[in-house]
């Protein structure tokens, strides 16, 4: 019998030549593909990898146990800058939200706390990355169309071709630094839309510890989630 091809969570495509599979500390599988690229060819490639899908997906689930889900108690921890800060409970009514070396919530928005969340990540992410990029755009020359906040799971930013930037609400919890590579990463798309040699270089000649950024993303990027 032929063992089942695994489920792809995610199609990214773009301008690449090659395939690329990505999964995810929380099992998910990503493919990264060619524009060009049928579902027959992505099929395949998946089913070709299979075995290293198994590997991977059994490895991760060992190192990254299953988190509890959120509820929003007293003294649960919340992620921002690269920090966790205890959840307090409070009895005003405003804000619904602050951070003053905890997080203090109003127990009247307790029933719709993770839309709150939301809703104060998106705006702090707003303003970090607008700030982030007035310096470059002034520094470096770069065309900026608009901003955009969204509710990406995988993805940290992303550029389109109109020269428009997309952020996950998600972003303002990694460690300044990290969202600062993030919005480089970003706007350097805005140039060059692949991830060439000259690509990474003109990363690297605007933020020189892109990689130390990146890989802190890879090693904590799954905690940074209200999920």
């Known amino acids: 019998m032929t063992p089942s091809s695994p489920n792809i969570s995610q199609i990214i495509r773009s301008n690449r030549k090659t395939f690329g599979l990505e ?16 579902q027959a060819q992505i099929k395949a490639v998946v089913a070709q990898k299979s075995a290293w899908i198994a590997k991977t997906r059994a490895r991760l689930a060992a190192q990254y146990p299953q988190r509890q889900p959120r509820t929003f108690t007293e003294g649960e921890t919340f992620w921002y800058l690269g920090e966790q800060y ?7 009514v405003r804000p619904t939200l602050d951070l003053n070396g905890a997080f203090h919530l109003s127990r009247q928005a307790h029933s719709r706390a993770r839309q709150v969340f939301i ?27 608009g901003v955009r906040i969204t509710s990406a799971r995988t993805r940290w930013g992303s550029c389109s071709g109109k020269g428009n930037l997309n952020f996950t609400y998600r972003l303002c919890m990694a460690p300044l630094l990290v969202v600062e ?15 060439s040699r000259h690509f990474w270089a003109e990363v690297a000649r605007i933020n020189p510890a892109w990689q130390e950024s990146r890989a802190w993303l890879k090693r904590h990027g799954h905690l940074l989630t209200l999920d």
């Not at 590579?181 to 991830?195: A, G, R, T």
């Open 86 to 92: 205890p959840l307090r409970l409070t009895d005003r």
């Open 181 to 195: 590579y993030v919005v480089v990463h970003e706007l350097v798309h805005l140039k060059i839309p692949n991830h």
């Open 23 to 38: 999964i995810t500390p929380d099992g998910r599988l990503i493919v990264r593909a060619p524009k060009a690229a049928t």
């Open 119 to 145: 809703d104060w990540y998106r705006a702090e992410t707003r303003q970090i990355t607008l700030s982030l990029m007035e310096t470059y755009l002034q520094q470096y020359g770069f065309k900026v169309n």
